[in-house]
């Protein structure tokens, strides 16, 4: 099969013809139909995420439809439609997996980084960490769910009730955050790059209510703020714009430095937490909420052979929404 291989991070995929997976007992054999363009895969292409797999295929926002099934499965047969995420192991035993958090499983093993993703024609894929998806998005418009919609939805979730919510990156993950947050009826303020005016434009489509660059500060206090873009400098921002009690949700799973910053701006019971990875249940969750809110899907398809075109326009923002890898077979 045809795979965009990282043979060593910070040098281009490299197209290679490999042989096809084999699903191993409990795993299904996929054939990929669209494979999301996740922030993600940028650090780990760039080396900024520890110890990948190598060679290794990048691409946890894998859509794509059941080929065969290994001994055991009964989950799913050929020929169904599973998405696959970016958890994609666990050990069930540990003290999160125990106490329903295994998104911080000590042992935890993640698609496109410690085992192989979607950038290719065949995945395999553990059963029991797939999800069936909702029947009204296309392949290219599902992709984006799985990651982007996914971790959005529990930094979503993290910021709890805030009514106006302030949204720093507007990418992927916000263009359907956005839709969710409106959809629950709560305001949102989108804060993009000074230079990206048309960001400012998708998220005022999106249904922000005001949007403008991230070194001007918020019209009014928000009561909470979710960090998308892996910059550390947008933190203390942030803190200086949620009211008291305020929370600063950072979403992404890697971040340039936060330079420090006066008590003052955190205090008034203000806080700052991650958001890491997702759980079974958060991708029940989204994916059953996706099905009944029809989300409008800004995704761009490229050919996978096109994949190294996809990371350097994630890299340098320009991108409207997601960019999704389709394979030869499936264009
Ligand atoms: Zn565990
Ligand atoms: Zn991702």
């Excluded at 990929?32 to 080396?47: F, N, P």
């Excluded at 410690?114 to 894929?125: K, L, N, P, S, T």
């Excluded at 960001?199 to 928000?222: I, K, N, V, Y």
């Excluded at 305020?246 to 700052?272: D, K, N």
Aim: proline content about 8%; glycine content about 12%.
């Amino acid at each position: 099969m045809l795979a965009m291989l990282l043979e060593a991070p910070g040098s281009p995929l490299r197209p290679a013809s490999i042989p096809d997976p084999l699903p191993a007992a409990g795993q299904v054999l996929l054939r990929v139909r669209a494979c999301g363009v996740c922030r993600t895969d940028l650090h780990v292409a760039d080396g900024e995420l520890p110890e990948p797999k190598l060679p290794l295929v990048l691409g946890h926002e894998i859509v794509g439809e059941v080929a065969s099934v290994g001994a055991g499965v009964d989950r799913f047969a050929a020929g169904d439609r599973v998405g696959v995420p970016w958890l994609g192991w666990t050990c069930g035993a540990c003290r999160y997996c125990r106490a329903g958090r295994e998104n911080l499983c000590d042992l935890a093993r993640f698609t496109g980084y410690q085992i192989d993703g979607g950038y290719a024609e065949y995945a395999v894929a553990d059963a029991r960490f797939c999800f069936p998806l909702p029947t009204s998005y296309g392949d290219a418009d599902a992709a984006p769910l799985l990651c982007a919609g996914l971790i959005g939805h529990r930094a979503l979730r993290a910021a709890g009730e805030a009514e106006r919510l302030g949204i720093y990156g507007f990418g992927a993950a916000a263009h359907i955050v956005a839709q969710v947050a409106r959809h629950q009826g709560r305001r949102v303020f989108g804060f993009t790059r000074p230079e990206d005016t048309e960001g400012r434009r998708f998220a005022l489509e999106l249904g922000a209510e005001w949007a403008g660059p991230s070194t001007e500060p918020a019209p009014e206090p928000l009561d909470a703020a979710i960090i998308f873009a892996p910059v550390g400098a947008l933190v203390p921002a942030a803190l200086r714009a949620v009211a008291k009690a305020g929370t600063v949700v950072c979403a992404g799973i890697h971040m340039s430095p936060i330079p420090s910053f006066p008590y003052q701006i955190l205090w008034g019971e203000r806080v700052v937490r991650s958001v890491a990875n997702l759980t079974r249940r958060d991708g029940e969750e989204f994916l059953r909420l996706a099905g009944r809110i029809p989300l409008r899907i800004a995704a761009e398809s490229l050919p996978l052979e096109r994949a190294n075109e996809g990371l350097d326009r994630l890299r340098t923002g320009r991108l409207r929404g997601a960019a999704v890898l389709i394979p030869p077979a499936s264009v």
